[in-house]
């Protein structure tokens, strides 16, 4: 049985946001980590009817998500995910976050601990604005996927997509999906691994699970995984 893949809101208006949408399934039990006021839970709720709960480090984010309906706490993910019992979750949710931590392997440990699927994304600093700007400027870029000034920027462990590949071979990840993100143009489906991707990827989403005992190597093609839960992914 395919999944249904329901109609997006007009009001989404970050990309992750809509794949992940599609990609979570109906009446799932989700914890969006970083959930800021609660949009992505709300839209999860009201569209997929989600059982969702938020971490997050900032009081007010979490005050304008419990006004919201949403059931979240006050948290800092470099330190409190280890107060959840393994496998309490369907799916955990780093979106935009990643690069915000203290800690990102033990964080991405944690996710895979707590849930049967990782999704997780962030801005690609290999990709081709990145490379020019610090090349032909010898600054800090400003792209779309990364508009802050490095003074105020709360990123402190931006990675390219070769950097995440990777950590998620290292710490024995698979990867069931992998899409490229760009402002105003659809999701794109790609091979992680590919340096091309590397260079083109302004953000990228992935779908992680940890690795089973008989998985077998990477291949040399990347093949996202025919689970039923993506093949409408990014379409």
């Not at 709300?42 to 969702?52: M, Q």
């Not at 291949?219 to 995984?225: D, H, N, Y």
């Amino acid at each position: 049985m395919s999944e249904t893949v329901f109609p997006l809101p007009l009001a989404t208006e970050r990309q992750d946001f809509r794949e992940i949408l599609r990609l979570v399934r109906p009446g799932a039990r989700v914890l969006d980590v970083g959930c800021g006021e609660g949009e992505l839970l709300a839209l999860l709720r009201d569209e997929k009817g989600v059982d969702g709960r938020g971490l997050e480090i900032r009081a007010e984010q979490v005050s304008a998500c419990i006004a919201k309906g949403i059931a979240a706490m006050q948290g800092d993910a470099d330190r409190d995910l280890d107060e959840f019992p393994p496998k309490s979750f369907d799916y955990v949710i780093l979106s935009q976050t990643l690069q915000a931590v203290q800690a990102p392997k033990a964080v991405l440990s944690a996710l895979v601990r707590l849930a049967n699927h990782a999704i997780v994304s962030f801005p690609n600093f290999g990709h081709w604005r990145v490379r020019t700007s610090l090349f032909v400027k010898g600054r800090m870029p400003d792209t779309p996927a990364l508009p802050v000034p490095w003074y105020e920027t709360p990123n402190i462990h931006l990675c390219t997509l070769a950097d995440f590949v990777g950590l998620a071979t290292e710490l024995d990840l698979r990867i069931e999906a992998c899409a490229a993100l760009s402002a105003n143009k659809p999701a794109r489906l790609i091979n992680p691994r590919s340096e091309v991707e590397n260079w083109r990827a302004e953000s990228v989403l992935f779908l992680l699970s940890r690795k089973r005992s008989d998985d077998p190597s990477p291949p040399a093609k990347f093949r996202p995984s025919p689970d039923a839960a993506t093949r409408d992914l990014f379409q």
